[in-house]
């Protein structure tokens, strides 16, 4: 496992339809159409995959002295690295993207289900926001929006976080005008109680991924 990795500071969010509302693909065109409308300048796509991983049990008279679920979090963007959350124990560690190899080698964990985020990336001043959708693998059904803000010149989450609000705000606006039903919502995690300071991180980013993972999920099992 490594040491934490400083990134830009960013704030992963997702789109809230309104009641009887549905999201669908159009409903990311138009989101990022309202990017395009602040002027925003496509540079790219962008992915990352969330899994689920639980123990092997084959032999249940084995005593597994290792976590019940792991979730893992890789970018496309930071490729030599991935992420675990154990949220039970309140940890978010770093390790080597050859982790993988190793656990399915090793037989220890297996990949239980996955869910891809994936879509556009813009530039927007100091600004860099992300747009996509979240399928699960293999599955092209809708799961939901996510969006995410990020700011460079500051890494400290508390010196931004009004700043972020102030651009998220806009951004609704810029939304709103379009008449779409729904609004930008936000799943922060208590970062303190997974012991991440207010140095942002790539830890920081791959916590949320997760807890926007699992609300994905508990929603599409509501459904």
Excluded at 64 to 84: R, T
Excluded at 130 to 140: F, H, I, N, P, T
């Amino acid at each position: 496992m490594g040491s934490q990795s400083v990134c830009l500071d960013s704030r992963v969010l997702h789109w809230q339809p309104s009641a009887g509302a549905q999201v669908t693909s159009q409903t990311l065109v138009d989101l990022f159409r309202s990017i395009e409308s602040m002027n925003g300048v496509r540079t790219g796509r962008w992915q990352i995959t969330a899994a689920q991983h639980r123990p092997f049990t084959r032999d249940q008279a084995m005593a597994i002295d290792c976590a019940k679920e792991l979730l893992g979090v890789a970018f496309s963007e930071f490729a030599s690295k991935h992420y675990f959350v154990l949220r039970a124990e309140r940890m978010v560690v770093e390790a080597d993207s050859s982790i993988q190899a190793i656990m399915e080698k090793l037989q220890v964990y297996r990949n239980r289900l996955s869910m891809v985020f994936e879509g556009f990336q813009y530039q927007l001043g100091d600004f860099q926001l992300k747009a996509g959708r979240a399928v699960l693998s293999q599955a092209e059904n809708l799961r939901g929006i996510v969006l995410e803000v990020e700011y460079s010149p500051v890494s400290s989450i508390e010196k931004t976080r009004q700043m972020m609000q102030e651009f998220v705000d806009l951004w609704q606006e810029a939304i709103s005008a379009q008449s779409m039903s729904g609004r930008i919502s936000l799943l922060e995690p208590n970062f303190a109680e997974y012991a991440l300071s207010d140095t942002y991180t790539w830890q920081h980013t791959a916590l949320q991924y997760i807890f926007l993972f699992a609300y994905f999920l508990s929603q599409s099992q509501r459904a």
